[in-house]
């Protein structure tokens, strides 16, 4: 998982005030997988995603993509390179439709007007690649939507963009059984377009479930980065809890520096 | 992973909804139409409907209760009077889109008004430029409250207040200094004074119908075709077809009855001159009022803009949810700053035609119940005060309500209590519609639509 990564973090460290939040992390995006990124609460798992995604500045550290050191300043630079996040609060505006949500900020336009025409068929058609199948009307209003459904149409806006990485904050933290089926589906076909997926989660099933590689983040250091067949439920919870697992994850002088 | 992809156990029970779903967006019946729009209204999202019939019912109760109600000059007095409180309820629309309040528009279309009179009576500017300078008085006041209320971020409400106060100094000093005359400074200009009070030629209100009919039509025909041809959902012929048959008619009716003569004295008659009898000829009162065309304009633009431009959009989504907006790459704060902008450029010309409509400004200038009423207005109309919800036409239909109201109360009730009776009236109206639109978002939340 190095040289075909499409997005490669080297040495990132991150700081608010006195904190440090993320300390020497190495990371990496390769397209076509699912990397489930893990942690506790604080581990900095939301901090790395912003640092990815433009909104918070990184302190130090190389930020690589596609071959290229490239520097985000906010996110819109990210979203120019082909980086979306997709948040657990989801970001869309329940008064506005479907094709009006997944077009936000990024209009198209004939003139000086709307060209509501192509982006309807638009969103129509990235739905249909999808196999999104649910959702009654693309003009319906996002606030007629389920929790599941709102989850499909940030996702799917994503690829709209012909995004090459994703970033799911959570995404089925606030859904019932099938719409987490259907959401972690949507997950595993965005891989399978060729995207570099990263699926933030708490859910150990979940992550089981849908990811190819595992990064575990431990008190702001990356503790380890493994094959998902390398790992079981047990040790997955030993690492997020302990920062190591028998041979996996930090060497244990690193983990008792930290407490 | 490959019993993923394939399906989850669930997928049979959304098989019926997802043929359903590959219906529906190439059909567009009309009882399919109905039945949507029918859950929307039940959902919650009523629009103008409940104000829209509440303007029918006043009308016809005030009318039956008092036949001269409907006098073809009172006719022409209702769209009159509305049209002050009309555009500047327009440009509240905008704030009140992103959840924001501007109090201060009252008094801003009262400074500007100020401005115009002093400019063209003391100064003995031509109108065009005293117009210019409401304007351009207009679009400062409004950089000035957008920059506070954007950037230095002050809450609108506490912003708008000081300003609401400091306003009403200005408008005193305005009419109190400077060449011309102190106190009350009427208007000499005949452009302006017939801004409000005049009105268009006879043929002119007949090709104003044309103009709207027929540009209402063009639009609906050719949008509808476009999408048909792109196979995409559209409203059925027959839909638009009662829509614009429904507008011509009332274009056609208010047109033919403000074109005839609503003098009072429009048949010749004897009149005593110096103890002579004298016959003088019938007087002619007649054509539409050029406040219609100016508000059609303002109408037809700032729909334009709300809805067919990506800025229109952005407002919308920034009232909807700013954080949403803010991720999107929408710079939110200069859209804050451009409400308040329109607003208050909206707020000049209704300056400009409260000043018009007396002939002159005196220091109370758009003070008093001006603001409140152009909120009520856009309030009732069914613009949502919790932002996000809203349209230009709401406050043109608001705006009549209001009138029809005042205009209707004071002739029922002669003698004093015809005010007191009209306050309480009005009060009474805006709260009902305040509490529409507020069990109007409740149910929306509990049925998933808004």
Redesign the interface.
């Known amino acids: 998982m190095t040289s075909e990564s499409i997005l490669q973090l080297r040495g990132i460290n991150k700081s608010f005030g006195a904190v440090d939040v993320l300390h020497d992390v190495d990371f990496d995006v390769v397209p076509g997988e699912v990397v489930a990124l893990v942690g506790d609460n604080g581990a900095g798992k939301s901090t790395l995603v912003k640092c990815i995604g433009g909104i918070y500045p990184i302190d130090s550290g190389s930020y690589v993509y596609d071959g290229r050191e490239v520097t985000v300043h906010n ?2 630079d990210a ?1 120019a390179l082909g980086i979306e996040i997709v ?1 657990q ?8 439709d479907i094709v ?1 949500n997944m077009f ?4 198209r ?1 004939t003139g ?3 060209d509501e ?1 192509s982006m ?2 638009a969103a ?1 058609e990235t739905l249909r690649s999808l196999s999104v ?7 319906q ?1 996002v ?4 929790g599941g459904q709102r989850q499909t149409v940030a996702i799917a806006k994503a690829v709209l963009w012909n995004s090459k990485v994703v970033l799911l904050d959570e995404p089925t933290a606030a859904l019932g059984v ?1 719409q987490t ?2 959401v ?2 949507l997950v ?2 965005l891989a ?1 377009q060729g995207l570099g997926v990263v699926l933030i989660s708490h859910n150990m099933n979940d992550v089981l ?2 990811a190819d590689t595992i990064a575990v983040l431990y008190l702001g250091r990356m503790a380890a980065h493994v094959k998902r067949s390398e790992v079981d439920h047990t040790q997955l919870v030993e690492l997020i809890t302990a920062g190591r697992s028998g041979s996996i994850g930090m060497a244990p002088s690193s983990t008792g520096a930290t407490s | ?1 490959s019993e ?2 394939k399906s ?3 997928e049979q029970g ?1 098989d019926d ?2 043929a ?2 590959s219906t ?2 190439m059909a567009g019946g009309i009882q399919d139409h109905f039945r949507t729009y029918m859950q929307r209204v039940r ?1 919650g999202d009523m629009g103008s409907l409940p104000a829209t019939s509440g303007l029918i019912v006043l009308v016809a109760f005030f009318w039956i209760a008092h036949p001269s109600f409907g006098s073809l000059g009172n006719l022409a007095n209702l769209t009159q009077q509305s049209s002050t409180s009309i555009t500047l309820a327009m440009g509240l629309v905008f704030v009140l889109l992103l959840g924001e309040i501007d109090l201060a528009a009252g008094v801003a279309a009262g400074v500007c008004g100020c401005t115009m009179a002093r400019v063209s009576a003391g100064y003995n500017w031509p109108w065009p430029a005293a117009i210019l300078a409401a304007v351009v008085t207009g679009v400062v006041i409004g950089v000035l409250t957008g920059l506070l209320c954007a950037k230095v971020r002050i809450p609108s409400f506490v912003v708008t207040l000081a300003l609401f106060l400091a306003f009403q100094g200005v408008n005193l000093w305005l009419v109190n200094n400077g060449a011309g005359q102190k106190g009350n400074v009427s208007i000499q200009d005949n452009f302006i004074n017939s801004l409000y009070n005049g009105e268009m030629a006879t043929w002119g209100g007949w090709l104003l119908a044309a103009a709207v009919v027929a540009g209402y039509a063009a639009v609906k025909i050719t949008g509808q075709a ?2 048909r041809r ?4 559209a409203e059925p012929i027959v839909i638009i077809g009662v829509k614009i048959g429904l507008l011509a008619v009332i274009s056609i009716v208010a047109v033919y009855l403000l074109n005839e003569n609503r003098s009072i004295n429009k048949t010749s008659h004897v009149v005593n001159q110096g103890g002579k009898l004298v016959r003088v000829p019938g007087e002619s009162l007649q054509g539409v009022p050029w406040v219609v065309l100016i508000i059609v304009v303002l109408l037809v633009i700032s729909t334009f803009v709300l809805t ?3 800025y229109g ?2 407002v ?2 920034v ?3 700013a ?3 803010r ?4 710079p939110t704060d200069r859209i804050r700053l451009s409400v308040f902008v329109i607003n208050s450029f909206l707020a000049s010309i209704a300056g400009v035609l409260l000043a018009s409509q007396h002939r002159s400004v005196d220091a109370s200038q758009g003070a008093g119940l001006t603001l409140l009423l152009a909120v009520a207005a856009a309030v009732i109309g069914g613009t949502s005060l919790f932002g ?2 809203g349209r230009p036409m709401d406050a043109v239909i608001g705006g009549l309500v209001l009138t029809v109201i005042a205009n209707g109360m004071s002739d029922l009730i002669s003698g004093n209590n015809g005010s007191a009776y009209q306050y309480i009236v009005t009060g009474g109206v805006l709260l009902l519609a305040a509490a529409v639109d507020a069990l109007s978002r409740r149910r ?1 939340g509990s049925s ?3």
């Open positions: 996110p819109r979203a948040y609060d989801l970001a869309l505006c329940d008064n506005l009006q936000l900020g990024r209009e336009k000086i007007t709307l025409i309807e068929k129509q199948r649910t959702v009654k009307s693309v003009r209003r606030s007629s939507l389920s099938a089926a259907q972690l589906d595993r076909r399978d479930q849908v | 992973m993923l992809t989850v156990p669930e959304s909804m997802a359903a779903a529906i967006p959902g476009k999408r792109a196979g995409l959902s067919r431009t990506p959009r952005h919308y989504a009232g909807g949810n954080e949403a907006a991720r999107a790459g929408i996000g919800k929306a998933g639509l808004a």
